[in-house]
């Protein structure tokens, strides 16, 4: 891909989703996953990999040269509001999730009934804002202002996440640039 006339790369991890061939394959011991060390290996390589070919990691799954990030993305990592349509669409409004039906004959029958094709949704509390906030901060290159992470935490809830972010920076899992934690 490196070589391709492109200018941004996803790299995601495979998930293997119950109930699917993929899966009942891997059940029977017909396919055979790579092991978690494997896979970080492999995951290491290719951000050295695209490094060394003028693709800047922007965030863990995301690589783009020339100031070429997604902007699309972006919206995610930012928990900014977006509409999704159609089958199996999810959407944002900042507060609350959403998802439309993802059985495309029950999705059809509720167009044509005039009923909502919204089979999931969630009303996101203070506590998982916040930790959705922390764990996307986390994705992306410039990482998450400790301050951010600390902020609304009682004293002995902020001593705790200190001694945590002391333990991972030891661990190398972590670093401090200024006031921002980024992930090695």
């Known amino acids: 891909v490196v070589h391709w006339p492109i200018s941004h790369v996803s790299v995601y991890f495979l998930t293997v989703h119950e109930e699917t061939p ?20 492999l995951y290491e390589w290719t951000v050295n990999y695209l490094a060394r070919h003028s693709f800047e990691q922007y965030e863990i799954s995301n690589f783009a040269k020339n100031g070429q990030r997604s902007r699309h993305n972006s919206i995610y990592w930012e928990r900014k509001p977006y509409k999704g349509f159609g089958l199996g669409a999810c959407s944002f409004d900042g507060a609350s999730r959403f998802q439309n039906q993802k059985n495309l004959l029950k999705y059809l029958k509720a167009i044509e009934t005039d009923q909502d094709t919204v089979i999931f949704s969630e009303m996101l509390t203070a506590q998982q804002v916040h930790l959705e906030n922390v764990m996307l901060g986390l994705r992306k290159s410039e990482g998450i202002s400790l301050p951010m992470i600390t902020k609304h935490l009682t ?17 190398d899992f972590l ?4 006031d921002r934690i980024v992930l090695t």
């Open 22 to 41: 993929l899966y009942f394959r891997v059940k029977k011991n017909e396919f055979a996953l790579q092991t978690d060390d494997h896979m970080i290996e």
């Open 155 to 171: 004293d002995e809830q902020k001593e705790s996440i200190l001694q945590t972010i002391h333990a991972l920076q030891e661990r």
């Open 175 to 178: 670093q401090m640039r200024d």
